[in-house]
C-alpha cells in the first residue's frame, strides 16, 4: 500500500519542510479565518493527502489521495467564500479534474485485471505496452497540469489569491511539487525515452519560464505575482528535468545526473523562496487589506522583519549570487551549456532557445522582484492602511523566520543536499566527481568552472561591512532631508508606481500583452491645462486564457447548442440527421479499404439529403 523507497522519501523531507514553518504561520493566521472548523478539517487534510500521495506504492491508493489533495486544496480556496474565491474555485475544480481524467486513463490502460495493482507491477505493465509515448503524453497532461506548466497554467493567478494566504503557500510551495514527484516517479518507470519527449518537456519548460516572469511582471495584486512566477520556476524546473531525458537519451549518464539533480535541487529551493513570499505578502496583505502593490508604500518601517524576510526570499528568486536560487539555475546552465558535442539539428535549436529563454527569465526576474519589493516595502505610504500598518503577531513571524531559515539552509549546505537527493536519484552517481567537499562545487564540464556558496557568502559580507566602515569613517554624521524635487513638494503621489515600472517592458512585449488601457482626467473649473483627479489603469488579459480558453468555451458552447437543437428536431428531421450519419460511417469504412473516395461520400450524403428534405416537405404538404 505505502512505499519508503529513497525517492519518496526525497520528498516526505520536502513536503516537511515546507510545512512544519506553515504550521507556525497558519496558528497566527487562524484567528482572523471565520470558518476555522471547516479551515482546519481541510488544511489537516491537505497536508495528510500530499504525505499520502508521495508514499503510496497501489494505483488505487494514489489515486484516492490524489483526488483528496485536490479536493481539500479546493476546498481551502472557498474559505473566504466571497465572490473571487467561488469563481478560482470552480476555474480550479475543472482544471484539476481534466489533469484527473489523464492520470485514469494512464491508470486503466496499464491496470487490466484491477486498479488495486501496485507499482512494480505499473511498471512491467509500461515495459510491455505498445504504445509509450500515449503513456508518456497521459503523465505528461496528467500531472503536469496539476503543477502549472503552460499552456495549462491559467488556474494559478487565481486559485492562490483567492485562497488564504498560508494555504497559498502550501499550494504553490509544496502542492506543485508533490505534481512534480509524481511525474518523475512514472516517468522513471520507462525502460527508455524519445529523444522528442525531452524535447517537448524543455520547449514546455521554457515557454513556461518566459510566460510566466512576463505576465507577473504585468500583474499589480502581489499573489497574483507570485503565481505567475510559480509557473516560471516550474519551467526551469522542467528545463532541467528535459534536459536530463535527452542526455539519458544520447546515453550521457552523468550530464543527465546533473540535470536531474540541478532540477530536484531547484524543487526544494522554489519550495522554500515561494513559501516565504507568500507568508510575507500575506502578512502584508493581513495589514493593509489589499492586494494591490499601488496601495503599499514605505512598509519596511512598520514591518521591518516581514521586509528583510521578503528580501532575503527575492533576492534567491532572482538567482542573484550566492543564494540557493542561482547556485540551482547555475547548475541547469551549465548541463545546458555541456552539449557542444552534440550533431542533432533538433537539439542545436532546442537549447539554445532554452538557454536563451532562462537568461531572459532571469534578468526579467530581477526587474519584477525589484518593482514587488521597492513599490512595497520602500518610499511614503501609498494609502491610510499602509500607513497605519504593523508587525504581524509572533506566531507568524515564527513561521517566517523558520522559512527563511530554510531557506539559508538550502544554500549553505548546498553539497550536503545534494548527496541527499544524489543517493536517492535512480540514476548514475555524480557526488564524489562534482562535490568532493562542502567549499567548492564544481561544473559538471570541463570547460566549466566552479563556485563556493560558503565562499562567496563571506565576500559579499566582506564587501558589505567594508563599504559601511568607509562610509562611516568618511561620514561620520547621517543628516536626513526631504527629496529634492526641483523646487516641488514631493508625495505618495510623485513616486514611481508599479505600473510605470513595468511600463517600458509592457510596451516591448505589447504583441503578447495586449493590454486596455483605461485613463480619466477631472478638469478644474477655470483651468484648460491642469486637473484635480486622474486615472490610469492597464488590464492585461492572458493570451492562452483570451484565445485558447475562451476558443474553447465557445466551441463547446457552440456543440451544446447544437446537441440542444437536435434534441428538439421534428422526427422526421432528427431520422434524416441519423440516416446521414449512418451513411457516414459506413462510407467512412468503405474508404478505410480503399474502395471509395471521400468525395463519393460527400456527393451521395448530399443526394440522400435532399430526397429526405424533399420527402419530408411532401409529408408536410
Known sequence: MFSFNSFSILFVILILLGVIPNLFYTAGYLPHIKRKKYFIVNYIG?????????????????????????????????????????DAGRFYFFMTHFGFVFVLLFFLLLSSNSLFSNFEHIKIAIEGFKYPTLLFFLIAFGFLSKAGVAPLHVWLPYAHPAAPSPVSALMSGVMLKVAIYAFLRFLFMFDSWELEWGIIILALGALSSLIGVLYALAEHDIKALLANHSVENIGIILIGIGVGMIFTTLKMPLLAAFAFIAAIYHTFNHMSFKSLLFMTAGSVLHQTHTKNIEKYGGLIKLMPITAYLFLIAAISISALPPTNGFLSEWMIFQSMLSTSGISEISLKISFPFAIFALALTGGLAIACFVKAFGITFLGLYRSQNAKHAKE???????????????????????????????????????????????????????????????????????????????????????????????????????????????????????????????????????HETKFSSSFYEVHIKPLFEASLYDGTKKIVNLISYYVYKLSHFE??????????????????????????????????????TIIIKILIFRDKK
Open 46 to 86: 491537505f497536508i495528510a493527502s500530499m504525505l499520502g500521495v508521495v508514499l503510496a506504492n497501489e494505483t488505487m491508493v494514489f489515486l484516492f489521495f490524489w483526488e483528496v489533495m485536490s479536493l481539500t486544496s479546493w476546498q481551502l480556496i472557498l474559505t473566504e467564500n466571497n465572490k473571487e474565491s467561488l
Open 571 to 608: 422526427e422526421f428531421n432528427y431520422a434524416a440527421f441519423i440516416l446521414n450519419l449512418i451513411i457516414l460511417i459506413l462510407f467512412s469504412f468503405r474508404i478505410f479499404y480503399h474502395e471509395i473516395s471521400w468525395g463519393s461520400v460527400l456527393l451521395e450524403v448530399v443526394v440522400m
Open 392 to 526: 504581524v503577531n509572533i506566531a507568524m513571524l515564527a513561521g517566517e523566520l523558520l522559512m527563511g531559515v530554510v531557506v539559508i539552509s538550502l544554500m549553505l549546505f548546498l553539497p550536503f543536499i545534494i548527496k541527499i537527493i544524489n543517493s536517492s536519484m535512480p540514476i548514475a552517481n555524480i557526488y564524489n566527481k562534482i562535490f568532493p567537499n562542502m567549499w567548492v562545487m564544481h561544473s559538471v564540464s570541463n570547460n566549466g568552472g566552479e563556485v563556493s556558496p560558503l565562499i562567496l557568502l563571506f565576500a559579499l559580507l566582506g564587501v558589505t561591512l567594508f563599504v559601511l566602515l568607509f562610509f562611516n569613517a568618511i561620514n561620520p554624521k547621517v543628516r536626513v532631508y526631504h527629496t529634492w524635487a526641483c523646487g516641488y513638494q514631493t508625495g505618495a503621489k510623485s513616486q514611481y508606481t508599479a505600473t510605470g515600472f513595468a511600463g517600458p517592458i509592457r510596451r516591448f512585449f505589447k504583441w503578447l500583452y495586449k493590454p486596455n488601457v483605461h485613463t480619466h482626467t477631472q478638469n478644474l473649473a477655470g
